[in-house]
């Protein structure tokens, strides 16, 4: 059974970059099968899609955050990332990793999900 | 950019059918999918490809489309459905997916 867990800083200070770690247990990071995404959730708001990957490092972003985000994995150690630059409360929240399918046309899903981890900035 | 538009929230009485709609122009080409989720954790994905159900969920919650809306109908609600949903899908552009606003179930 795949198994995603978040880690990383609970207190981020304003203007500072918030870096959060996914380790991905149970499956292997390394295959074009899937992409590797996070979502966060602000207190009270909806679901926000941040980005995806794929494990040799091309990576796609929502156009409201690129210039402020970045994502990267470590096969060795069979983990993803990412950076968010320059906080601000804004950004304050819950942060999933999440396995995201093969997108082959019509489109693609997030099918495992990581616990989450509150972030405050 | 592109979005997809959830009524903020959907009020039934148990036993009743409760009707979630997402509305997306890239719908007609791309799946919608529908998550729900309780008290901030984790989603579970509930449809999937429009109109799927993974296994373990329920037959009350179904998934249709039609042009540029999709719908989630949970027939009979249960106390237990009141929760959040959430409709995610892609753009035209491959690689770029987004959450509906979401819906408040509310079952009472």
């Known amino acids: 059974q795949l198994l995603l867990r978040e880690s990383g800083p609970g207190l981020v200070k304003p203007s500072e970059t918030l870096s959060l770690t996914c380790s991905v247990s149970?499956?292997?990071?390394?295959?074009?099968?899937?992409?590797w995404g996070w979502i966060r959730q602000p207190p009270g708001k909806g679901l926000q899609w941040i980005g995806s990957?794929?494990?040799?490092?091309?990576?796609f972003y929502t156009p409201s955050l690129k210039g402020r985000v970045s994502m990267s994995a470590d096969t060795s150690q069979n983990t993803f990332s990412l950076r968010l630059y320059s906080v601000t409360a804004a950004d304050t929240g819950i942060y999933f990793c999440?396995?995201?399918?093969?997108?082959w046309g019509p489109g693609a899903f997030l099918d495992s999900w990581g616990q989450g981890h509150l972030v405050s900035v | 950019s592109y979005e997809l538009t959830q009524p903020p929230s959907v009020s039934v009485s148990p036993g009743q059918t409760a009707r979630i709609t997402c509305s997306g122009d890239?719908?007609?080409?791309?799946?919608a999918y529908w998550y729900q989720q309780k008290s901030g954790r984790a989603p579970v994905l509930i449809i999937y490809?429009?109109?799927k159900r993974p296994s373990g969920i329920p037959e009350r919650f179904s998934g249709s489309k039609s042009g540029t809306v999709a719908t989630l109908t949970v027939s009979g609600a249960q106390l237990e459905d009141e929760g959040d949903y959430y409709c995610?899908?892609?753009?035209?552009?491959?690689?770029?997916?987004?959450f509906g606003g979401g819906t408040k179930l509310t079952v009472l």
């Open positions: 890239a719908l007609p080409q791309k799946y």
């Open positions: 999440a396995r995201q399918t093969y997108d």
């Open positions: 990957m794929f494990y040799t490092g091309s990576t």
């Open positions: 149970g499956g292997s990071l390394s295959t074009y099968d899937y992409q």
């Open positions: 490809q429009d109109r």
């Open positions: 995610f899908s892609s753009d035209i552009s491959v690689n770029q997916r987004m």
